[in-house]
Nanobody, 123 residues
């Protein structure tokens, strides 16, 4: 089992940067693919980025490609989302998630979720 805790959200002006962190606990962290998702008010949960357990396979949503970078360090039980060139439409609650399988974009197929961290981008 995996427990996930996100941090690093906050207020930022358009064009700015934030780095989100997700710290995991549990015995099987290294065997899990990790993903970042976001959900804005009144919207469905949206895929942002995902990374395989080894870090060798990375998948980014088109909306964040070239601006966001996902990474992980299994020795630290941590996955990060570096967000640059932020836009108002990036405003959402950001969640990290884990699954015991390959990198995918469907949130329904992730097994474990953090509590979320709010990211607000002003124009």
């Amino acid at each position: 089992q995996v427990q996930l805790v996100e941090s690093g959200g906050g207020l930022v002006q358009a064009g700015g940067s934030l780095r989100l962190s997700c710290v995991a606990s549990g015995r099987a962290f290294r065997s899990y693919a990790m993903g970042w998702f976001r959900q804005a008010p009144g919207k469905e949960r949206e895929f942002v980025a995902a990374i395989s357990w080894s870090g060798g396979n990375i998948y980014n949503a088109n909306s964040v490609k070239g601006r966001f970078t996902i990474s992980r360090d299994n020795a630290k039980n941590t996955v990060w989302l570096q967000m640059n060139s932020l836009r108002p439409e990036d405003t959402a609650v950001y969640y990290c998630a884990a699954r015991s399988g390959s990198v995918i974009s469907n949130p329904s197929l992730y097994n474990y979720w953090g509590q979320g961290t709010q990211v607000t981008v002003s124009s």
